[in-house]
């Protein structure tokens, strides 16, 4: 079975740091495109981040809202994915889903495999 | 960055209605758009890519239409397990942009 877990949430006071994991299991993360999306409480969606395939280098691009402050960064021997977050804020509060980009079609984004969420509160 | 407007926030819509749910990009984003439904405490889903492309498994009862700027989601036939938040995802050019939500209810 495919499946994302991810892992690593909790409560962090403010400016502190968080790394947030995603372990796969069925496909070989390095194959894919992979994001971070997150939902704060109540609220809609909010696309995070992405680490683009080994073939294409691990290249990343990031919402401005986080830039400078998270890193995307993979373990092949693990097969996993992190979200590496220095500097949290009171608005950084969110559940954190990693998502496949399924090569569906060229130069086209489709997030088909997604994770449970991690749970990241930042208050003091 | 590009804006996603998605139209209405919230709809009131009974088993077997046809409900409309609309996504407008700030600027053109050709067909470089998806469809995703959530349900509460539940991860997204995948309906929709490429603006029209029904993704593997999903009902043909869900169906996508537009280019450019405006784009449609459409259900032909709401079914009980379709009463969920629908959002649009624009992947045009970064930052990739999420629609604000669509929140579909019983009426």
């Known amino acids: 079975e495919v499946q994302l877990v991810e892992s690593g949430g909790g409560l962090v006071q403010p400016g502190g740091s968080l790394r947030l994991s995603c372990a796969a299991s069925?496909?070989?993360?390095?194959?894919?495109?992979m994001d971070w999306v997150r939902q704060a409480p109540g609220k809609g969606l909010e696309w995070v981040g992405r680490s683009r395939s080994k073939a294409r280098r691990y290249s990343t691009e990031y919402a401005a809202s986080v830039k400078d402050r998270f890193t995307i960064s993979r373990d092949d021997s693990k097969n996993s994915l992190y979200l590496q977050m220095n500097g949290l804020k009171s608005e950084d509060t969110a559940v954190y889903y990693c998502?496949?980009?399924?090569?569906?079609?060229?130069?086209?984004?489709?997030?088909?495999?997604w994770g449970q969420g991690t749970t990241v509160t930042i208050s003091s | 960055a590009i804006q996603m407007t998605q139209s209405p926030s919230s709809l009131s819509a009974s088993v077997g209605d046809r409900v409309t749910i609309t996504c407008r990009a700030s600027q053109d984003i050709t067909n470089d758009l998806g469809w995703y439904q959530q349900k509460p405490g539940k991860a997204p889903k995948l309906l929709i890519y490429a603006a029209s492309t029904l993704q593997s498994g999903v009902p043909s009862r869900f169906s996508g239409s537009g280019s450019g700027t405006d784009f449609t989601l459409t259900i032909s036939s709401l079914q009980p397990e379709d009463f969920a938040t629908y959002y649009c995802?624009?992947?045009?050019?970064?930052?990739?942009?999420f629609g604000q939500g669509t929140k579909v209810e019983f009426k």
């Open positions: 998502a496949r980009d399924a090569p569906l079609a060229p130069s086209k984004t489709a997030f088909d495999i």
């Open positions: 069925g496909l070989t993360l390095s194959d894919h495109h």
């Open positions: 995802l624009q992947d045009y050019s970064y930052p990739l942009a």
